[in-house]
């Protein structure tokens, strides 16, 4: 497959307590979530490891570590017309601490309830949070757990 017309995108649902971490992208001209909230992650660079993707991506836009537990999800998307397309594959990722950074190219730093994030995040992430089926359980699951 041509890497010019496909890439991987590795997501990390990072938890604590109930609460899921979601990070605003910095202002960056073109790039189609400038300035919105999403759910962490990026790309898996050439001849890396997924695991080892996610936990990077985590350590570099957060400075958290992470334990990873499942897939919750694989899905393709492209954002725009022409745009390459894309397999996502969301993590779920635990951390045992608070003390999360906004770093590499996120701006700010939130924690939600699983009940809001689709207010946060952008559209066709939210989207997919609802629609997909694999994304929808795991948030109604996360709904039901006791918080401390």
Not at 61 to 82: M, P, Y
Not at 137 to 146: G, I, T, Y
Request: proline letters at 2%; one cysteine or more; aromatic letters at 6%.
């Amino acid at each position: 497959m041509d890497s010019d017309k496909f890439r991987t995108v590795v997501k990390a649902l990072i938890t604590n307590r109930g609460d899921i971490l979601i990070g605003k992208k910095e202002e960056q001209e073109g790039h189609p979530i400038s300035g919105e909230w999403h759910i962490l992650g990026g790309h898996l660079e050439k001849g890396e490891e997924i695991e080892e993707a996610v936990e990077r991506e985590v350590k570099e836009e957060t400075s958290l570590e992470v334990k990873l537990h499942q897939v919750i999800d694989v899905a393709t998307f492209s954002w725009e017309e022409g745009e390459k397309d894309s397999v996502q594959i969301v993590y779920h990722c635990e951390t045992e601490k608070r003390d999360e950074e906004a770093r590499d190219d996120i701006s700010e730093l939130k924690w939600v309830s699983p009940t809001e994030i689709t207010d946060y995040v952008h559209t066709e992430e939210a989207e997919r949070l609802e629609n997909r089926q694999e994304q929808s359980n795991f948030l109604q699951k996360l709904e039901e757990l006791p918080t401390f």
